[in-house]
């Protein structure tokens, strides 16, 4: 039973272009969660996802930044007109059901460099 | 949300046991302790949760103080791969996966 899986694992963008980050739930896993580590900072929650469906995106940033759960297919989180300070490492973690005693299963992350 | 204190950091011999505590004195009474770890440059793994019963799993213990108020995760024969940063998170559950970490304690295993 594979992991959360999170492509690419690196990822180079200039100011100003597009970042799209992917994650596949573990199997059976309907719900996704996408976090950020900026450098030496702690992880801040960004959104909560249901199969197409945003349940809580408390965490985003209000302007470039958008995230959705298709589906069929992975989650993607897609960063627009991408600048500096979006340099950090984006985790996606995944449960199966909704429910109390939920554990959370993060992938190994993708970090984003912006030049 | 209960704010959590945890020391900066702790060293430990390996093949002792590793005890990281935590102070949650803000705790409320249907909020669960979760413990996350997150190695270096890796995604942060689950280790155990608890609401009042001490809890036991294959990777560690969790201890609750009776008023809830404080825990403590051990690691009962630390190796060099468990090196890393142990967060301390309380939570509701109920997979909001609205964890909040904080600064959590960076354990250094030493041979």
């Known amino acids: 039973n594979a992991g959360v899986m999170q492509n690419p694992r690196h990822l180079v963008r200039r100011r100003g272009q597009e970042a799209r980050l992917r994650c596949s739930p573990m199997?059976?896993?309907?719900?996704v969660y996408w976090y950020r580590q900026l450098p030496e900072e702690g992880l801040k929650f960004m959104v909560y996802?249901?199969?197409?469906?945003?349940?809580?995106e408390s965490g985003m940033p209000k302007e470039r930044f958008s995230a959705e759960f298709p589906k069929e297919g992975p989650s993607i989180l897609r960063i627009q007109q991408v600048v500096r300070g979006d340099s950090a490492a984006y985790f996606c973690?995944?449960?199966?059901?909704?429910?109390?005693?939920?554990?959370?299963?993060f992938g190994s992350g993708t970090q984003l460099s912006v030049l | 949300d209960a704010k959590t204190t945890q020391p900066t950091s702790m060293d430990c011999a390996e093949g002792r046991a590793a005890n990281l505590p935590c102070n949650h004195s803000?705790?409320?009474?249907?909020?669960?302790v979760y413990w996350y770890r997150q190695i270096h440059s890796q995604g942060p793994q689950y280790i155990i949760h608890?609401?009042?019963n001490n809890e036991t799993n294959e990777m560690a213990s969790l201890i609750i103080t009776e008023d809830r108020k404080s825990s403590t995760l051990i690691l009962p024969h630390a190796t060099l791969r468990d090196t890393a940063v142990y967060y301390c998170?309380?939570?509701?559950?109920?997979?909001?996966?609205?964890?909040?970490f904080g600064k959590g304690t960076k354990l250094s295993v030493k041979p």
């Open positions: 973690a995944s449960s199966p059901t909704r429910s109390t005693n939920e554990k959370l299963f």
């Open positions: 199997k059976g896993h309907s719900h």
């Open positions: 996802l249901q199969k197409e469906n945003i349940i809580d």
């Open positions: 803000t705790i409320s009474g249907n909020e669960y």
């Open positions: 608890g609401l009042k």
């Open positions: 998170i309380p939570n509701y559950g109920g997979s909001q996966g609205n964890l909040i």
